[in-house]
């Protein structure tokens, strides 16, 4: 058997392996296996990233607590303006004008506190639906682990089945030769070997360059100066 006809023979053989690789690959029974894993993954970093973000929330909260406790103190100090005025003669507008800035301060933190509040408690709620939602996941992580651990097993006696008939051919070919092929097949090239159609290759349609055509008419092997394939002629 020539060398050519031993390769076609491996080749045929080979896309079996890949068929089975690809339909292993993306497989329903892998998607959801992997899903389940990358949310997992990334969980515990969701989860400490929110509670950051609360805790980070809450301190906010009571540094502007603590800042509306210290201006409504400050404002008791004008609860006996009027009283001033008839007593000491104070200056009624300068008072009141600082009364009343007071008022804004305590009134915007306190709006910043209600909008602070606010969020802290949606970034509880958060917290509490993705735990829930790890929880369930983890169950879901175990059972698509579980069936896709035997799904892939089932594949595999498939595929050591093809690949001890790929060893047996292998030894008809040229260790050189195969090596090429190997290196073809890991560059996602398929079919790596293919009969020319005319004076083309029959997968990408270009022409073979002079040089290309006599080797070929020799009975030699080309590679596609396109798509880089082993082209040769029956």
């Known amino acids: 058997m020539s060398q050519i006809e031993q390769l076609l023979k491996y080749q045929q053989e080979d896309e079996k392996l890949i068929r089975l690789e690809q339909e292993t690959a993306s497989s329903e029974e892998r998607k959801k296996y992997i899903q389940a894993k990358n949310f997992m993954t990334k969980a515990p970093e969701r989860l400490d990233r929110l509670d950051a973000?609360?805790?980070?929330?809450?301190?906010?909260?009571?540094?502007?607590?603590?800042?509306?406790?210290?201006?409504?103190?400050?404002?008791?100090?004008?609860?006996?303006?009027?009283?001033?005025?008839?007593?000491?003669?104070?200056?009624?507008?300068?008072?009141?004008?600082?009364?009343?800035?007071?008022?804004?301060?305590?009134?915007?933190?306190?709006?910043?506190?209600?909008?602070?509040?606010?969020?802290v408690k949606a970034a509880d709620e958060e917290y509490k639906a993705l735990k829930k939602e790890v929880i369930a996941m983890q169950r879901q992580y175990k059972e698509s682990y579980a069936v896709y651990s035997a799904y892939k097993e089932q594949k595999k006696k498939e595929m050591d089945a093809i690949a001890a008939e790929l060893k047996n051919l292998?030894?008809?070919?040229?260790?050189?030769?195969?090596?090429?092929y190997q290196t073809k097949r890991s560059e996602r090239i398929f079919p790596i070997i293919c009969e020319v159609k005319g004076d083309r290759c029959s997968k990408c349609g270009i022409e073979l360059s002079l040089a290309g055509k006599e080797a070929l008419s020799t009975g030699g092997v080309v590679e596609c100066e396109n798509c880089h394939r082993f082209l040769y002629r029956k």
């Not at 805790?55 to 404002?75: H, I, K, M, Q, S």
């Not at 030894?171 to 090429?180: E, R």
């Open 53 to 119: 973000n609360a805790a980070e929330l809450e301190r906010t909260v009571n540094r502007l607590g603590a800042a509306y406790e210290e201006l409504a103190e400050a404002l008791k100090d004008f609860d006996g303006l009027d009283e001033m005025v008839q007593v000491e003669g104070a200056n009624v507008s300068f008072y009141k004008k600082s009364a009343l800035a007071l008022q804004d301060k305590i009134k915007s933190i306190k709006g910043e506190i209600n909008a602070l509040t606010a969020k």
């Open 170 to 180: 292998q030894k008809g070919i040229a260790p050189d030769v195969f090596a090429k």
